[in-house]
C-alpha cells in the first residue's frame, strides 16, 4: 500500500487514473462541420427521467462550440478505437480523420463501429472545480451488441478480457 498525503494535480491524476473507464466521443454538427471531443467521465444517471453525464474541462476549446447546440451525439468508443480516442483528444487537427460517421437530422454526429449511440440535448450544467458536469437528457439509443467497449485505466487504453 502506497499512502500519500500529496494532493497535487499529478498525484491525483495518478491515483483517478486507477479507476477504469469507459471512453466516449460527445460530437455534433456545427454550420456542416463536425465537431467532438472525447471524455473518459462518462457516467449514467437516472433511468426516470433518462440522463447520463460527462465532465468537461472549463478550459476546454471545443466545449464552447457544442454547449449551446440542440443536439449532441455520444458514441460509446469500441475496442477498435484507441487511436481514435487519441485523435479526439486532440488540441488541433482533425479530430474525425479516418472515422466513419453519421448525423442525425438535429445534428448529432454518431462514430461507426461504437458500441452504444445516445442522442441527448443537455438537461444541466453544473460547474464543480476546474471542470462542469454535463447532464444529457437521453433521447434515443442505439445498442450494437457486436461491440466491445475500450477501457481507460492507468493512463492506457485497454480491453476487455473475454
Same mark, same amino acid.
Given at each position: 500500500?502506497?499512502?500519500?498525503?500529496?494532493? !497535487?494535480?499529478?498525484?491525483?491524476?495518478?491515483? +483517478?487514473?486507477?479507476?477504469? !473507464?469507459?471512453?466516449?466521443?460527445?460530437?455534433? &454538427?456545427? /454550420?456542416?462541420?463536425?465537431?467532438?471531443?472525447?471524455? @473518459?467521465? +462518462?457516467?449514467?444517471?437516472? #433511468?426516470?427521467?433518462?440522463?447520463?453525464?460527462? !465532465?468537461?474541462?472549463?478550459? @476546454?476549446?471545443?466545449?464552447?462550440?457544442?454547449? /449551446?447546440?440542440?443536439?449532441?451525439?455520444?458514441?460509446?468508443?469500441?475496442?477498435?478505437?484507441?487511436?481514435?480516442?487519441?485523435?479526439? =483528444?486532440?488540441? *488541433?487537427?482533425?479530430? +474525425?480523420?479516418? #472515422?466513419? %460517421? %453519421?448525423?442525425?437530422?438535429?445534428? =448529432?454526429? +454518431?462514430?461507426?463501429?461504437? @458500441?452504444?449511440?445516445?442522442? *441527448?440535448?443537455?438537461?444541466? #450544467?453544473?460547474? =464543480?472545480? /476546474?471542470?462542469? $458536469?454535463?447532464?444529457?437528457?437521453? &433521447?434515443? $439509443? *442505439?445498442?450494437? /451488441?457486436?461491440?466491445?467497449?475500450?477501457?481507460?485505466?492507468?493512463?492506457?487504453?485497454?480491453?476487455?478480457?473475454?
Amino acid at each position: 500500500m502506497n499512502t500519500n498525503s500529496n494532493l !497535487s494535480p499529478a498525484a491525483l491524476r495518478e491515483a +483517478f487514473g486507477h479507476f477504469p !473507464s469507459g471512453v466516449i466521443a460527445i460530437a455534433a &454538427e456545427v /454550420d456542416g462541420e463536425r465537431v467532438g471531443l472525447a471524455a @473518459s467521465t +462518462f457516467v449514467p444517471v437516472s #433511468l426516470e427521467p433518462p440522463l447520463v453525464s460527462f !465532465s468537461v474541462q472549463n478550459t @476546454s476549446t471545443t466545449w464552447p462550440k457544442l454547449k /449551446d447546440l440542440p443536439k449532441l451525439g455520444i458514441s460509446v468508443l469500441g475496442e477498435s478505437h484507441d487511436a481514435a480516442a487519441k485523435t479526439l =483528444a486532440a488540441k *488541433t487537427g482533425d479530430r +474525425f480523420a479516418g #472515422l466513419e %460517421t %453519421t448525423s442525425t437530422e438535429g445534428g =448529432a454526429v +454518431f462514430i461507426h463501429g461504437t @458500441s452504444v449511440w445516445i442522442e *441527448t440535448a443537455i438537461d444541466q #450544467l453544473v460547474l =464543480a472545480g /476546474d471542470h462542469t $458536469i454535463v447532464v444529457l437528457r437521453v &433521447e434515443d $439509443i *442505439t445498442v450494437h /451488441d457486436d461491440i466491445a467497449p475500450i477501457v481507460f485505466h492507468r493512463s492506457a487504453f485497454r480491453r476487455l478480457g473475454t
